[in-house]
């Protein structure tokens, strides 16, 4: 097999029997109907950019009335094929080609690119094409606009080098991408099931420890509590604010007078599910006075007052990673009265099955987000051992939790390599590096079956 030099940034050969052409010139780009356009009361297919995956898969089960469709939204029938073209979605290969459409038209977020392919160009082939990682990732470089809102510029797509086989090896190597993808999805897949599976093993584990304590049958009590109407015999069921203290935040857009001083303060961005993001911490300007009484302690819980239903009230131990560290007023600071309340048993209580219907259930809900307030965690009921006895289902949980975290670091690095093994995959076949045979696409298809009959009869 004989190649040429393909002197493209992204690209360092391709098959000498391939021929160059352009995307402009086999496809084109924001196309208009290809029939009559739509009456007022027709059902049209509306599919925003959250409806599109990054590996191809689009749910195109929505539709509208088109006089109910917003205006300057752009148009796409079946065959189309669309690439994201803003960032992150382009880099992350938002895009699909368009198939089973339910309605004559479609229309889509304003940040794709719709491209409808000619007689030269096998739909899946230049979808396969337009998702290749390594071509997306050359793309980023040449966006344009803003920081955060950099787009991928219609003449920058129109004039992409497009190097083409034959036809029938354009489907060849689609047939063989679609088997391959097909049968590394369902892998992942598997994989992420079994996470799932992990996450319930864990969820199921600290409900009891938390609630019931490390006893095999303990004697309970009724408390009359609504949220928990039982625990063990020897424990107390209190509010939080009888056994903590609760530090509000810094109020951001204050202009203070007089000296100040720098300090890091946390954001909400900072206090992840379980775990705390400081690669990037702001620095602020305050008078020592307002400083000293929003700095972090070791031992602080951190919780968040607002952001997605799931996570509301969850508890992340402040362990004094930055010295002198500020929190921001979205954050509340819980300082346990430690001869009563461990920290880190309050955060696994925040993250138990238990925790979670309580601030899911008293948490203020909009459209989009959720809130709790200083009140409602005042109140949240707490299970109270003996303090030795905090510690020790700390530990139990600390080992036992750890073990499932292994595991699952474990199945997400193997996803990671799947992952990465598609994309080189798409990359590898649609620039000729690897050349399909029929048989590759045999074989292909035979482990995608294979995979489609194990998951099935797991």
């Not at 352009?22 to 356009?37: E, F, G, H, M």
């Not at 880099?91 to 719709?114: C, D, Q, W």
């Not at 952001?307 to 992340?316: I, S, V």
């Not at 193997?414 to 690897?434: D, N």
């Amino acid at each position: 097999m004989s190649y040429l030099p393909a002197n493209e940034p992204w690209l360092y050969k391709i098959p000498a029997d391939w021929a160059l052409s352009r995307i402009r010139n086999v496809a084109q780009l924001s196309p208009r109907y290809s029939d009559s356009p739509p009456t007022s009361d027709e059902l049209c297919t509306v599919v925003p950019m959250d409806l599109v995956s990054e590996s191809g898969a689009i749910n195109t089960s929505t539709t509208q009335p088109f006089e109910e469709v917003s205006s300057g939204l752009p148009l796409f029938e079946q065959g189309d094929v669309l690439f994201a073209k803003i960032t992150p979605c382009m880099e992350n290969g938002k895009g699909a080609l368009i198939e089973n459409l339910a309605t004559r038209y479609a229309f889509g977020s304003t940040e794709f690119h719709v491209l409808r392919p000619n007689h030269a160009v096998h739909p899946r082939f230049l979808y396969y094409y337009t998702f290749n990682p390594t071509y997306r990732a050359y793309a980023a470089e040449n966006m344009s606009g803003a920081a955060g809102q950099k787009r991928v510029s219609s003449r920058f797509l129109k004039d992409t080098r497009l190097y083409l086989p034959s036809l029938s090896e354009q489907q060849r190597i689609a047939a063989f991408l679609d088997a391959s993808c097909a049968a590394i999805d369902a892998a992942v897949a598997v994989k992420r099931r079994q996470i799932e599976v992990l996450d319930g093993v864990r969820k199921d584990i600290v409900e009891k420890a938390v609630t019931r304590g490390l006893g095999v049958n303990p004697v309970l009590r009724e408390t009359g509590n609504t949220w928990l109407r039982q625990v063990p015999a020897d424990w107390g069921l209190v509010s939080l604010k009888r056994v903590s203290a609760t530090q509000t935040g810094l109020t951001l857009g204050k202009v203070y007078e007089g000296p100040l001083i720098e300090r890091p303060y946390l954001r909400v961005a900072n206090v992840q599910d379980g775990h705390l993001n400081l690669e990037d911490v702001t620095l602020i300007e305050v008078p020592e006075a307002v400083a000293h009484r929003v700095t972090l302690s070791p031992g602080d819980v951190l919780m968040t007052e607002g952001g997605d239903l799931d996570k509301l009230g969850r508890g992340t131990v402040w362990h004094g990673e930055i010295p002198g560290c500020l929190h921001q007023n979205h954050i509340f600071a819980i300082r346990c009265f430690k001869h009563k309340l461990v920290p880190e048993f309050l955060a696994y209580l925040t993250t138990s099955r238990y925790g979670r219907d309580y601030f899911e259930a008293t948490g203020k809900k909009t459209t989009n987000l959720a809130s709790t307030n200083s009140t409602k965690v005042g109140q949240f009921p707490i299970p109270l051992p003996p303090v030795p006895e905090q510690q020790a289902i700390c530990r139990h949980l600390d080992e036992r939790l750890g073990r499932i975290d292994q595991v699952v670091k474990g199945i997400e690095a193997q996803i990671a390599t799947l992952t990465a093994y598609r994309k080189s995959l798409i990359h590898e076949c649609v620039t000729g590096q690897r050349r399909v045979t029929e048989a590759d696409v045999a074989r292909a298809w035979m482990t995608s079956s294979l995979k489609s009959a194990t998951i099935e009869q797991s």
